[in-house]
């Protein structure tokens, strides 16, 4: 008997889960980062340079950045790893690859882009001083299945930063259910002429773990010294754990 997972609030064969959500993002690709900005009102860039400040990345590091999509927070890591460092860009999605490796390069920032399952990676075991998964762990199929790869490549000492939607502090809940299940799909339909794929976007992050949730789920694929830091009252978290 075939297993299931979610797909935002539709439960889905497990096999099947991966073609829907590639189908969600091939969609929104081309106007994903412009939905980004309009969505958090620019916020999303202070959550990437927070998660990006807290990496620990310095001169010379070697850096996966997993779901790496359009490549925002790859371009702040290689500035942090300089000319001597190694970051790569991966992704599951070709459109959402392409179009990241597009950007870096109209950047002036050459980094290797490869095409990727998270829950397979083709790198060698402890290899990475820092692993990086910004808003892509909640689309993975099997989550506890991709952390465990991303602390196999992970060298002793590295650490994973995960920056992801979370649980909203409570009292906000209506608030931020009323634009979650109803501006967004409305913003989908008039900017990517998709309100589906925003939908998804909105039942997706409430199927995700909550912050301890995830910080349990952490520590049960290896991590060790797990935090999270709650960001804009937990409509994001940041998760950091590091490998012994």
Known sequence: MSK??????EEVDEQGKAKKVSGVFSSVA????????LMSAGLHRLWKRFAVTLSGVR????????????GDIARLLAERAGKTGQVWLTDINAEMLLRGRDR???????????????????????????VTVAFGLRNMTRKEAALREMLRVLRPG??????????????L????????????????????????????LAESIRMH????????MMRGAGFDRVEYFNLSAGVVALHRGFKN
């Open 30 to 37: 081309g106007r994903y980062d412009l939905m980004n900005d």
């Open 209 to 216: 773990p909550s912050q301890p949730e995830l910080a349990e």
């Open 104 to 130: 870096l390069i109209d950047a002036g920032c050459m980094l290797p882009a490869v095409r990727c399952d998270a829950e397979k990676l083709p790198y060698p075991d402890d290899y990475f001083d820092c």
């Open 173 to 200: 809940e209506p608030l931020y259910d009323a634009y979650s299940f109803k501006v967004l799909p409305l913003l989908g339909k008039l900017i990517a002429n998709d309100a589906d794929s925003y939908r998804y």
């Open 59 to 70: 001169e010379g590091a070697r850096v996966l950045d997993v779901a790496g999509g359009t």
């Open 4 to 9: 299931t997972t979610h797909f935002g609030f």
């Open 158 to 171: 590295g650490r994973l930063l995960v920056l992801e939607f979370s649980r909203v502090w409570k009292p």
